[in-house]
Structure formats: structure tokens, C-alpha cells
Nanobody, 121 residues
Framework: QVQLVESGGGLVQPGGSLRLSCAAS????????MGWYRQAPGKERELVAGINIDGSTNYADSVKGRFTFSRDSAKNTMYLQMNSLKPEDTAVYYC???????????????WGQGTQVTVSS
């Protein structure tokens, strides 16, 4: 079993910055991918940023140049640095990890509970 916990959300003015954290715990045998997602009221959940097992990253067009996805393997934590925030960035942000918990098992997607980010003046 893998547990993910997000933190760092809050209220910020347009143009401001926030840094989200996602701490992972539990039995992770092999990690395949990680991602940050967001879901605004009445909208579908969308991928904001992802990182593959080889370390490569990808970002949604709407956040390129403003958001940065990083990880700290020693702390078992991943981060999303969000700069130049816009009102349309307002959403609940979730972290996700694709991982197997034992040798020979099929990878499964694990999700955190989410953290609210509100960008408003």
C-alpha cells in the first residue's frame, strides 16, 4: 500500500507563487511515473506536469514556463513550484504515482487527497 499526502496550497494573488509538496510513504517496490493533476469546479481533472521513470518531464501547455516539477528521492517527496499564478490556475491539485508494491505485480495509480489552490485578488 502506498500513501500520498499533498500540502502547500492556499490563497495567493495573481502573479504570486506557491510550492506544493507531495510526500509518499508505504511499500514502493518500483516507481514508474509521477504526476501533478488539477481539477477546477465543473471541469475534468487534467494533467499539469508529469515525470517518467527516466526523469523526463512534460507539462500542460497552459503552465509551461511557469510551473516546475521536481523530486527529492532522499525525502520521498515531489514538488510543484508554481510561479506567475493566474486566476485560471485555481483548482484542487492532486499528486499521483504509478508504482508496484512487490516484485512481479502490476503497477497501480495511487492518488493523494488534494490541496486547494486559489488565485484571486
Amino acid at each position: 500500500q502506498v500513501q500520498l499526502v499533498e500540502s502547500g496550497g492556499g490563497l495567493v494573488q495573481p502573479g504570486g507563487s506557491l510550492r506544493l509538496s507531495c510526500a509518499a510513504s508505504g511499500s514502493i517496490f518500483r516507481l514508474y511515473a509521477m504526476g501533478w493533476y488539477r481539477q477546477a469546479p465543473g471541469k475534468e481533472r487534467e494533467l499539469v506536469a508529469g515525470i517518467n521513470i527516466d526523469g523526463s518531464t512534460n507539462y500542460a501547455d497552459s503552465v509551461k514556463g511557469r510551473f516546475t516539477f521536481s523530486r527529492d528521492s532522499a525525502k520521498n517527496t515531489m514538488y510543484l513550484q508554481m510561479n506567475s499564478l493566474k486566476p485560471e490556475d485555481t483548482a484542487v491539485y492532486y499528486c499521483s504515482a504509478e508504482a508496484s508494491t512487490a516484485r512481479g505485480t502490476i503497477p497501480y495509480d495511487y492518488w493523494g487527497q488534494g490541496t486547494q489552490v486559489t488565485v484571486s485578488s
